[in-house]
Every structure is written in C-alpha cells, then in structure tokens.
T-cell receptor, first 116, second 113 residues
C-alpha cells in the first residue's frame, strides 16, 4: 500500500500522560499536514511542513503540542500532559509540491485519541 | 475554526435518487474541493474546482461554484448505497502559501437500498 499511513490507529491514555503519533506520507510528497477532527465536525488544520521545515502552525496548537519531520519523510506529533479536550481523531495528509495534482491532499486513516 | 457551513447537515435518500449538498465559505479562495469520509475511514478527495471555474463534472459528480455568493454545490446523480458517507467541502484560501485546507462541518448522506 503506497498511501499515507498513521500509527497507532487508536490510543487510549490517562490525563496528564504524553502521547506521540507517527505519520508516513506518500514517498514523493514533500508537503505534510496535521489536522484534528472531533465528532460531527470537519477536520481543523494544526500544522504544515514543507520537507523538514515547519512553516505554519495553527493557534489551535498549544505549547503542549509539538510536531517534527526530521528528515523530510515521516512526521511525529507529540502531545504533552494530555487533557480530556485533546480527545479527537488526528489526521495526517500529504501532497505534492508541483504538478497537476498539486492541490489535492491525500489523507491517512487517522489516529483516534481517547483521554480518560 | 471552520471556514463555512454545509447544508443540509444530514440527508437521507432512496437509491437511484440524486443528492445535492451545498457549501458556503467566508474568504476569497484559490480553489474549493470536496472530500468523502466513510465511517471509520480516511478522507478521500473527490473533485476540485478552481476559483475561475463555474462547473465541473467527474463521473456521477457535478460541482458548481459561485464566487460572488461564496457558495458551492455538489450533486451526486443516480446514488448508490455505497455513496453513504459524510461529504465535506474544503477551501484553499487565496494567497495562502501553505495550501492548507479549511473544511466545512459536513453533510451526512444516507442512501437507502
């Protein structure tokens, strides 16, 4: 399967614990996005990477959240001191920098986080 | 925050009927896209319409865009049970160098066999 993959698919954690999610984009895609989706809502933008550079962060991304893309390939999203309000589906997407499909984003299956 | 609203929030139709969903947005856009999300699965890109286009077709899908009203519609013709899903419009703001997408709240479509 050459699509976007995310691990783990589900994560249950206790409030106050740290969690880390991983996203592996489509190999030739140099743009990578993280979104968060709560029940009954559309995804909300969190952050964007072009290659290894994090170029934009949403105001939704508090200082408890950090994202990295160390070699311009896979990315990690870490949430420190989790709160119940962090419970959501975390989606990763990737896209090409150029070409006819430049604007289309390819989404992974998501990581569902439950904070108890 | 969400870019826009989708209407209706939920739609139930019989297989074979057409389904129409509407989307309104707030800012000037570069393009508008529609995505489908099945229960428990990721988002799948359906169709993209650029700001200088008014209508686009792809198979059983027809999308219209009215930039003066900041609105779009998605028509699915001859619906099938497999079309049951949530449908989201997403806009890419003009002059946004990140190409990030701003999603609506979605329309949940149920196609009854």
């Amino acid at each position: 399967d050459t699509g976007v993959s995310q691990n783990p698919r589900h994560k249950i954690t206790k409030r106050g614990q740290n969690v880390t999610f991983r996203c592996d984009p489509i190999s030739e895609h140099n743009r990578l996005y993280w979104y968060r989706q709560t029940l009954g809502q559309g995804p909300e933008f969190l952050t964007y990477f072009q290659n290894e550079a994090q170029l934009e962060k949403s105001r939704l991304l508090s200082d408890r959240f950090s994202a990295e893309r160390p070699k311009g390939s896979f990315s990690t999203l870490e949430i420190q001191r989790t709160e119940q309000g962090d419970s959501a589906m975390y989606l990763c997407a990737s896209s090409l920098r150029e070409g006819p499909r430049l604007y289309e984003q390819y989404f992974g299956p998501g990581t569902r986080l439950t904070v108890t | 925050s969400q870019q826009g609203e989708e209407d209706p929030q939920a739609l139930s139709i019989q297989e074979g009927e057409n389904a129409t969903m509407n989307c309104s947005y707030k800012t000037s856009i570069n393009n508008l896209q529609w995505y489908r999300q099945n229960s428990g699965r990721g988002l799948v890109h359906l169709i993209l319409i650029r700001s200088n286009e008014r209508e686009k077709h792809s198979g059983r899908l027809r999308v219209t865009l009215d930039t003066s009203k900041k609105s779009s519609s998605l028509l699915i013709t001859a619906s099938r049970a497999a079309d049951t899903a949530s449908y989201f419009c997403a806009t890419e703001a003009r002059m946004d160098s990140s190409y990030k997408l701003i999603f609506g709240s979605g329309t949940r479509l149920l196609v009854r066999p």
